[in-house]
């Protein structure tokens, strides 16, 4: 938590600003590489994306997945189960969202002074 607290930053980019920055010829080429990066990963309707700040892509879900796992009722045992959950969470899409937070650190196998954007 504390390397999400130093360096997560969370922002909403819309597909069609996407597809016009890599068109954009004033656009710096880096930039239009990271914009072409994400357009790769990016799932219909909303992708979830945990990326260094060099663009690369250390994990991505799609949010219908976090929404409507397909283990769905193995996830609400797990969750009741833990009888802290309701408490550090709230609900069960916070809790999978937190999951995928997590398994986005584990991948990236983060140094505190790496930067990471989602």
């Known amino acids: 938590m504390k390397i999400l607290k130093k360096y997560f930053a969370s922002s909403w980019v819309l597909l069609h600003e996407l597809k016009a920055g890599t068109n954009d010829s004033s656009m710096p080429a880096d930039m239009k590489q990271k914009y072409r990066r994400i357009l790769d990963t990016y799932s219909f309707p909303v992708e979830c994306i945990i990326s260094h700040d060099n663009g690369t892509v250390i994990h991505h879900e799609n949010l219908n997945s976090i929404l409507f796992p397909e283990d769905r009722e193995k996830l609400d045992e797990e969750f009741e ?38």
């Open 81 to 118: 189960k833990d009888g802290l959950s309701h408490v550090k969470f709230g609900n069960l899409h916070n809790y999978r969202y937190a999951q995928f937070l997590t398994r986005g650190l584990e991948k990236a196998s983060i140094a505190h002074d790496t930067q990471v954007t989602v």
